[in-house]
């Protein structure tokens, strides 16, 4: 009897990476397999609780970032950053992550990304009672 092929929500995370970083393809059907695939993956740093993977992550996507749509890109980011708050204690980290992608938005105009982004920054100032950090977000 021949082995049956794993499910997509089985693969490891050696898999995934493989998937999400392998194929180079633009095309529709690629880009949305690959968003899938980030999903998952991102999915599966939760469930191991490794912000740090998370986080490496979001800046190894850059190259892929730049020839997909913003609109997904924001989509993406946004998601993974929403996966390292289901991290308990990974406050410090969201609010550095955040920054990171703020300056990264910045750089590549990518002006609506970057207001959200600052948004959620200034909500962890909020959460943390660094309340001139967080006005001086708001304040821009």
Do not use: H
Request: glycine share 2%; proline share 4%.
């Amino acid at each position: 009897m021949p082995a049956e092929k794993q499910p997509d929500s089985a693969l490891t995370v050696d898999q995934l990476r493989q998937k999400v970083f392998e194929d180079q393809s633009t095309d529709a059907e690629a880009v949305k397999q690959r968003e899938e695939a980030i999903g998952q993956l991102s999915d599966a740093y939760v469930k191991q609780q490794d912000a740090k993977a998370l986080t490496d992550l979001l800046a190894q996507l850059r190259p892929f970032f730049a020839v997909i749509p913003k609109a997904k890109t924001a989509k993406i980011v946004r998601n993974i950053i929403d996966q390292i708050a289901k991290i308990p204690n990974s406050t410090e980290i969201q609010v550095a992550v955040c920054k990171e992608q703020v300056d990264w938005a910045i750089a590549e105009k990518r002006t609506f990304l970057r207001q959200r982004i600052q948004l959620r920054l200034a909500s962890l100032y909020l959460d943390t009672a660094e309340y001139q950090e967080a006005l001086k977000i708001v304040g821009t």
